[in-house]
């Protein structure tokens, strides 16, 4: 992968929220291929092992980047599908997830996951099915959203009036 385009997917990771929000980072990349981390916190817990909440959302967001690496600057992913199996429990320790993009089609993507405690005991496996969004088809979805949100303020308007 392209240092500069590397650089551009470290951003993307660094100022998304959730993930700040979440303590994931991103600690390598290549092309079809991301590792990403998740640092443990006594907040996932539930009570005494990680929430698989986090573990899911850490192999979600390293296939989306997988795919990143792929299609940026042109298009950005969207998961259509997700599955996972835990195979262990986790009580205190980081995360880990190596992510590779298996088939790259012109829409979707199909992403297989594995998910390792730092002592390197496997987690949980997953697999999840994304789709590639370009420029036009976002700026669609935005314009339609947009639609929407000026209709229903339409009718709220019409209720409040009485019609």
């Given amino acids: 992968m392209p240092g500069e ?3 551009t997917l470290r951003q993307l990771s660094a100022n998304n929220p959730f993930l700040k929000f979440m303590g994931m980072e991103l600690l390598d ?16 817990l539930q009570p005494m092992t990680v929430h698989g909440g986090a573990t899911y959302s850490l192999a979600d ?24 199996n835990f195979l262990k429990a986790v009580r205190d320790q980081d995360l880990y997830c190596e992510a590779r993009i298996v088939h790259l089609g012109k829409t979707l993507a199909y992403a297989e996951a594995t998910i390792t405690a730092e002592d390197g005991t496997l987690v949980a496996k997953s697999a999840a099915t994304l789709m590639r969004l370009d420029r036009a088809r976002r ?21 409040t009036k009485g019609l």
Avoid: C, N, Y
């Fill in 61 to 84: 967001s390293a296939a989306a980047h997988a795919l990143m690496t792929m299609i940026l600057p042109d298009q950005r992913p969207t998961t259509v599908e997700q599955r996972i």
């Fill in 29 to 44: 990349a290549g092309e079809g291929w991301v590792k990403m981390k998740i640092s443990f916190r006594p907040e996932f």
């Fill in 5 to 7: 385009l590397f650089e």
């Fill in 139 to 159: 700026q669609r979805d935005e314009e339609t959203e947009g639609q929407r949100d000026r209709e229903t303020e339409g009718q709220k308007d019409g209720e």
